[in-house]
């Protein structure tokens, strides 16, 4: 198992930032396979956290709510290749902090909390795998927290396109706005930047 190096945005969503293959395998041979369509609720913000995923194929965005008005703001994404999880919530069956929602037709291979507890006491090797992904998730959000105070909009931009340029065909502008903690004007001022830079 090992870690590599990449900037914020980058490490957020790149799938070969950890060395998950154990996990991917457990998941293909324990697991359920489920398609959620689009707008379907992978897990409920409140409910009971019920499950980890490895996704196939499509993608997942993960949505909370304003304190007092109720907004809804994207937070984080999981992509083709990735695992889609409310961590550690779900290890702990605890209520779900967030709302994972299917941008698309996406298909997962999932697991419960019980039985990826029994995958970790396995041995030596399996929960230090447990203890990796906490470190992991925790520099993520570390990671998200940079992204926001030290990065321009441009820059978020400019790396979310990097990652995933189809995901403007999934994602409103608006939604992209709120992931970039931006007003959906700035977002059509670097479109139009980008379309006067590229004539």
């Known amino acids: 198992m090992h870690l590599q190096i990449f900037s914020p945005m ?53 949505v909370n709510h304003g304190i007092s008005d109720y907004k809804a703001h994207i937070t984080w994404f999981s992509f083709e290749g ?27 291979i999932r697991v419960t909390g019980q039985q990826l507890e029994q ?13 990796i992904i906490a470190e992991h998730i925790l520099l993520q959000f570390r990671s998200r927290y940079l992204d926001l105070h030290c990065a321009t909009a441009r820059e978020r931009y400019d790396l979310l396109m990097q990652r995933c340029p189809g995901i403007v065909d999934h994602l409103a502008l ?5 992931f970039l903690n931006v ?14 830079e590229t004539k």
């Open 10 to 62: 980058e490490q957020k969503f790149s799938n070969n930032s950890l060395d998950l293959e154990t996990l991917r395998e457990f998941c293909r041979r324990e697991g359920e396979l489920v398609t959620y369509h689009k707008g379907d609720q992978l897990e409920r913000e409140g409910d009971p956290a019920r499950w980890f995923a490895y996704v196939e194929s499509g993608c997942f965005k993960y």
């Open 174 to 178: 608006h939604d992209i706005a709120s």
């Open 82 to 108: 990735e695992f889609v999880v409310d961590y550690p919530t779900f290890l702990y069956d605890r209520p779900s902090q967030t709302t994972i929602v299917a941008m698309m037709t996406s298909r997962v």
């Open 119 to 131: 995958f970790f006491d396995q041995s030596k090797e399996t929960m230090k795998l447990r203890a």
């Open 183 to 196: 007003h959906p004007n700035t977002i059509s001022k670097i479109r139009r930047d980008i379309t006067f």
